[in-house]
């Protein structure tokens, strides 16, 4: 070589050459294989390096997807111990509870003397001592007894007045008829023992109406024995009405006693 040789564009195609140094290919030189008939080799390389990279974006997306589902999955269960199982202790036996107390009941008042309750074929009833002030009217009925044995009588007889028809009347009971102050509630009556021609009476009262009432038609005085339903006319010893009530008038009525006199 020339080292005076002025090297050409010709010569600075050709490689340099140092021993022991293998021969690279010039950037922009010509081909040491040789000149190239096709371009599909790159356009290869361009289309394998397009397809990794889709493969690598779709396995991305997939790992992202299962990430996802993973964390929206619920917790699983956690694993617990079985409960304990507690020992029921056998039932002690109780005493069986007593039974109950009968209700009380209130003791019926034995007849008096050891007789036996009056009924109606026992008496005979009459009608007795008319008394009248100041607009007000008493009058008594007697109940003799007629039979020949001894009976009793008790509680408060019930009546019913008829003047061609019931009268509709308030019947009030009270111990004491025609009381000018109420004495409360009705007392307990007692038992009225009769022998055979002994007699019990009890006392009406009621305010008259006096001229008001219908003093021509013919009254009745119906009586009932509360211990019988079984009813008897009381004969009246004044005709034909001698009950000066209306409809809506207020009667009392005593209890059984001892006929004195």
């Known amino acids: 070589m020339d080292r005076g040789r002025t090297r050409t564009s010709d010569d600075a195609r050709e490689p340099l050459r140092r021993p022991g140094v293998a021969e690279l290919p010039v950037i922009g030189g010509p081909d040491p294989i040789g000149p190239r008939q096709d371009a599909r080799p790159g356009a290869e390389r361009r289309r394998a390096r397009s397809?990794?990279?889709?493969?690598?974006i779709v396995g991305a997306g997939l790992l992202g997807t299962a990430l996802a589902i993973l964390l929206a999955a619920p917790p699983a269960p956690r694993w617990s111990a079985p409960p304990q199982l507690r020992a029921?202790?056998?039932?002690?036996?109780?005493?069986?509870a007593p039974?109950?107390?009968p209700p009380a009941t209130r003791a019926t008042p034995a007849p008096a003397g050891g007789a036996g309750t009056c009924t109606l074929d026992d008496l005979r009833l009459t009608n007795d001592g008319w008394d009248a002030a100041v607009g007000n009217t008493w009058t008594r009925v007697v109940a003799t007894n007629s039979s020949g044995r001894r009976c009793s009588l008790s509680g408060y007889p019930e009546v019913r007045l008829e003047q061609g028809g019931p009268?509709?009347?308030?019947?009030?009971?009270t111990d004491d008829p025609g009381r000018l102050e109420p004495s409360g509630a009705p007392e307990t009556a007692r038992p009225v023992g009769l022998d055979?021609?002994?007699?019990?009476?009890f006392t009406m009262w009621w305010r008259g109406y006096r001229t008001a009432a219908d003093q021509q038609t013919p009254q009745r005085?119906?009586?009932r024995l509360t211990s019988s339903p079984a009813t008897a006319d009381v004969p009246l010893d004044r005709?034909?009405?001698?009950?000066?009530?209306v409809d809506g008038a207020i009667v009392e009525v005593g209890p059984w006693r001892a006929r004195v006199g």
Do not use: K, Y
């Open 221 to 223: 005085l119906v009586l």
């Open 88 to 96: 029921t202790p056998d039932p002690v036996p109780t005493a069986a």
């Open 196 to 201: 055979p021609g002994e007699g019990a009476a």
């Open 239 to 245: 005709a034909p009405a001698p009950f000066d009530v």
């Open 51 to 56: 397809r990794w990279i889709a493969a690598g």
């Open 167 to 173: 009268l509709a009347l308030t019947v009030q009971r």
């Open 99 to 101: 039974p109950p107390p």
